[in-house]
């Protein structure tokens, strides 16, 4: 095989250079999309894959001042033409023999952590940090890319080998699980059969394969704005219309609603900014929360449950609200065909001692998204883990992670092709 | 004249010992218009006196118990089935010359007090004490009903000095502010152009008139009810819609309604009940709450804000809702032309030594809403205290009055007749 | 063997028809006694079995009136003289051969249900129905009550075929978790190597043992009083410490603690009481509320959140609190070495088609916290259910079980103690 | 008389062209002490006239930012040795001759308001708008200076004609009512007979002279901060001590605070920001609220009130808090004594064609805290509005006044203290 283990690292540290935060990725898509023309593939781009309608999480300001940038640092016109203000890309592949659709999913979004500048920090003595100040490649999404360009290029090499369709999805934002749900909504996965996706590093080290990562929280993320009337609070406080003191009473109405009998609920409100000064009834409010729930169901009850009592809250206070799905991820169960078989390419790896099959995930991950809309078609999806050493948690400013594992990941990733697509 | 004061005093006495609550004056009623028959007037009773649309603070179970006992206590038939249910009567004189029309108000429940046992009593000790058990002419109703049963025989008897009409409104409870609405809604007094009440005894002692009470308090007692739906609390929490939980926050949403720029306000939630058991999510809960203001709009901006939140709750928690208005009085400002005629008849009579015009009445009374509506069709209206020396407070079981003053009373309302018809 | 099933029927219907509810079983105990007496056992009552200080959820008022009905129906004197107030006996056997002490214990209250009159109803047909009005035993603790009894009457014939020692306890106040702190604390069954305990007919027919119920969920009772000031909701409002606002905050802020990570929580306050009239600022408010946790810890996470509330918000309102805790249960995990025994045993029995190791019992029972006292000291426990048809479900006023399965209740017990005291 | 308005115009416009927010004007107090030690007075400065136990609302970022562009500007190292952090002065004349104490007080701090540009603004058509970016002095501070440097003047060329001693205030950081408390606490001006203060333009057009404004709101202006301890909103929320939520329910119990039956409260918070992010316990937040009430007593039962909830909040929350008085204003009555003398004195000047007695200020002012030390004392206090046509509204960024009234203001206060100090 053509893929060598430089060519990887080569294009990890270009990528880890630019760093873009979800949904002003315009450099990073423009640079992808010129290697896969390069690679012969046909790139799909903003609308293509993208439905407006549900996009979450994305603020016009990061979007103008992340564009401005990507284009001070080289990105293509004629991709930013294509992307219409979306970014990600999906890269199409067809073998012309009849198959099945194989759909893979690489997200390069990054984080808001500003890279330490320790002179250990590998980056920094390979002169590859960070030149976006205040973001970083922090949670391996560099790495990602890397794997899905990497495997783009294996299967531009080998495609007479292979039957059926391949699409790679390059997705946007999912920090805050905000990218994936307008990808789905697009249709443009619809047609696969058989879906895989990754974390590098997280929780396993060089030499494991989790096969089965279990208890992904199902989340909604959720942004309530008030708008209230302002008045002078000596003067004239019955004229208010008290944004800040609906607020108040709706973290703790949110905070008292039901557990659920079937399961895990979460609820947090993270954040919460109101009023405009001391003596004046306050007019405004934001609060910043999040649900989760130990499945879809139970998360959506949740959702409801904030929907309503923002609605009642209005009414009270005479405010107007307005509600906005900042970010969702749901629950997955891993298809068994797929286990096994990720199961038994992984022990085929040189690196690889072991895989684990029960492993408690825990946290929140929007490839479930994607992965449950190709199992509610009926085909078949698997998210696992591919292990390597880290330096520092994700998320953190010195976190690196063992740059070898690159070549293994997409030495995963083609082989479950080949068998998949022989 | 020929109103003597032992006739007065055998009155009084005849209802202090069959005291009724407010909406089941059954009895009281009967016995008021077997006099006023016997004097010759034409009596209205029912819905010719009442808009059961604002009956305020009437409970089913009261009237039932009540009428049962009037019954059995020689009520008569005939009035009964002209009252319909609905307590109270006024009797109307027309002099057949043309001239200005007067009513006055003389309400006539009582309170629940159960009366003293003490022998210095002295019901006790001339044996008029309550029969009633749990009841009792506490607050004085009994001596607003002789004095208008007074003045009424002076009426009959001197007819034909007068010219225009006389309206006597014997008005069911009084106490919790519940009657008026519905009497003044009736528009039974519409074409009244002099309105007069008064209070025995309140804050005043026998010798003193106080012509001018001021600062009636406008208020609204409110009842809120949720009914929500039951579940078990530990197998199935989500199910239930918690009434109670409702509730606390409607007291915690009620207590903030901001103050008024212009003007004192009031909120109590007085009573709150809630709840099945420990272990079932509340599917039902009642609030008892009054609100005040420091004029007629600014309660009712109290009232429309309590309006408001209980939408809003019932929304957020998913419950049912009802209101209802219990009871409501206005605030009042006396004519001036009045206070000048009262004072100056007051003065005539020969146990009154003293006249206060400046007097806070801070306390809420619903005769103000029949004088408001007198004044709102362009007449002019009168509430005034008068002064009794007293056993004890007035809703206290050792509550007793000086009697002597019932002549005062008819005295002064005769003369007030004279003036206004002569 | 001498156990007869028309003796257990005999003892059931006698106890089936003057149930008692908890901590009044004073006829109930002081009928144990006497057969227990005549039996040749130890008899321990009052302060020897109960500690006070750990007494949940006992009413004078109920103590009192079931006092006096108790010794009416014929409860002996010389009983209630060692009860002093407290009900319940322990009855101690010591074969006077070294070996294990085993400690089984029975619950002996029933529920506040009125029986049902159908003629169908068993106890109607054969004359045993509740003489007590408003009670029943209709959880079957009329069962327990009589195996217990059978399971003495075996014991006392057979005592010489045993070493060690045996501590039958006849628990009060089972239902709302009340009675087994107080005996736990107490120490009566410290020494014990074994405990055993189980249920008649809950969730499982006649044929069945449950050897394995699992999901007890911890659960502590508490009641929250706080005491202010009243005060003139019109004039002197701000003279008044308010309860009632006191209380609805408490509910709000109660609804809100935090879900803990590791497991299920649960919180419900299911009756709130509060205030004495609608235009008097409260100064009295009861609140009855239950936590509960997937385990001990996460329960105690949960009660020392509600005494951390209960203790600021009195501070914020200036109101005096106390709280109460009116019942508890622990979960409890059956010991393996014990369950083994009992399906063993279960399926030598005639009746018993099969066992069910594993089951979610998904409630409390507060057995959980004597075995779990037992398990703390080294020794091992279980709970297990034995199946019995029924004719309606637990607590329903047409509960009735097959009395047959009597027997096979006395016959797993008296098994279970030939193998722990051989 | 040598005070020309010439001279008074041009101190106003040197002011208003380095405009200083409270508690950082330093150019401003050494540019008024360069003035005064011209005229001969004595300077009291930093902690002479200045308790800092009592500084309210003294942001440490302000007033080093302040302190850098003052000395930028010219402030000399003399006087800001002497100020040690903390701005105003004292001014100290005494006639060596026997005889009463006056103190003046007059305020010198600028508000947060951006000049206009506008080219019809006179400062603009003058050249002397604001040189100090964001700030204005657009209340007419300027003013005050000028008025009290016009009178030093004219004390410090006639103090032969006069017995006693004279107190000249010039107070930071009256916005806000934050600068009197602590000039009030030092003692400065305890030993004075009468104390008289004023602003320019409130209310009233060139020609008035309100000689009794009423109503002055006693106000406190509080901040809170709660910190608390974050945690994982998903894993592990039961460990974090949620600020976000406590200061929720802060607000809740704020704006429930029972009204006061004798008088006018008010309650608002204003500001309140919580949180670092979506999915993490919020570990802080701040409210910035303020009370008032129609008198003193009244505000203090408020304050104590806020107290009190902070405190239980904390403990409910098991979070750390501080409260910290950012503001502070009393009530005060003019003494009649200084009403008539200011009334003749007004009358008295050409330009001034009417006194107004009655008029209600609603609104708060910190000359308040200062003139009530001063009667609490045993002396006498007024506080007057010196009419002044002006451009727009006060805190308003078109703000200017009729400067020909500063001699008018300059002629009252030299005839006050003629008057008194004859």
């Known amino acids: 095989m053509s893929i060598t283990l430089e060519q990887l690292i080569q294009w990890r540290r270009e990528f880890h250079r630019f760093p873009e935060i979800g949904w002003s990725e315009f450099w990073t898509t423009s640079r992808i999309a010129d290697y896969l023309e390069e690679m012969g593939f046909d790139i799909l781009l903003g609308d293509k894959i993208i439905n407006p309608e549900f996009v979450r999480g994305r603020q016009q300001v990061v979007v103008e001042t992340g564009l401005a940038k990507a284009i001070a640092y080289g990105a293509k016109a004629k991709w930013l033409e294509q992307m219409n203000g979306y970014t990600g890309c999906v890269a199409v592949l067809d073998t012309g023999k009849p198959g099945k659709t194989v759909a893979l999913r690489f997200d390069i979004d990054c984080v808001n952590v500003t890279e330490t500048t320790h002179p250990d920090h590998i ?15 922090a949670c391996g999404h560099d790495a990602h890319i890397t794997i899905g360009l990497g495997t783009a290029k294996w299967l531009a090499e080998n495609k007479n080998k292979l039957s059926g369709k391949i699409k790679i999805v390059f997705q946007p934002a999912e920090e805050g699980v905000r990218g994936a749900a307008a990808i789905a909504a ?55 219309h008290n944004a800040l003191l609906a607020a108040a009473h709706t973290v ?43 499945n879809k169901a139970i998360n959506e009850y949740m959702v409801a449950q904030v929907m309503q009592i923002a609605k009642g809250i209005a009414i009270s206070f005479n405010v107007n609200y307005e509600t906005e799905i900042m970010g ?19 022990l085929q790896q040189p690196d690889i001692k072991r895989t684990d099959a ?7 991950e929007d490839a479930t998204i994607l992965g449950r809309r190709v199992q509610e078609q009926g085909g078949k999806a698997i ?37 998949l697509l022989a």
């Open 328 to 346: 969702e991820a749901v629950d997955m169960v891993n298809d068994e065909e797929l286990i096994q078989l990720v199961e038994k390419i992984a």
């Open 383 to 419: 998210y696992f883990i591919l292990g390597a050493d880290r330096t520092a948690g994700h998320h953190q400013a010195e976190f690196d992670f063992d740059e070898t594992q690159l070549l293994t990941g997409v030495n995963i990733y083609t082989a479950l092709l080949q068998h």
């Open 252 to 294: 703790t109405q949110l905070h008292g609603i039901a557990r659920h009998g079937e399961g895990m609920t979460r609820i947090n409100v993270g954040v919460l900014n109101a009023g405009e000064g001391r003596n004046v009834i306050p007019a405004t409010a934001q609060l910043q929360l999040e649900v989760r729930g130990e």
């Open 186 to 240: 697009s249709g443009v996965i619809d047609d696969a059969d058989y879906f895989a996706s990754s974390h590098i590093s997280f929780c396993a080290d060089t030499g494991t394969i989790i096969s089965n990562p279990k208890n992904f929280l199902s989340t909604t993320k959720i942004d309530i704005r008030y708008q209230g009337k302002p008045a002078h609070a000596g003067a004239a406080p019955h004229l208010g």
């Open 358 to 364: 029960d492993y408690a995930f825990n946290a929140s």
């Open 123 to 137: 980056p920094n003595q390979y002169h590859f940090a960070s030149l976006n100040d205040g973001f970083m490649h």
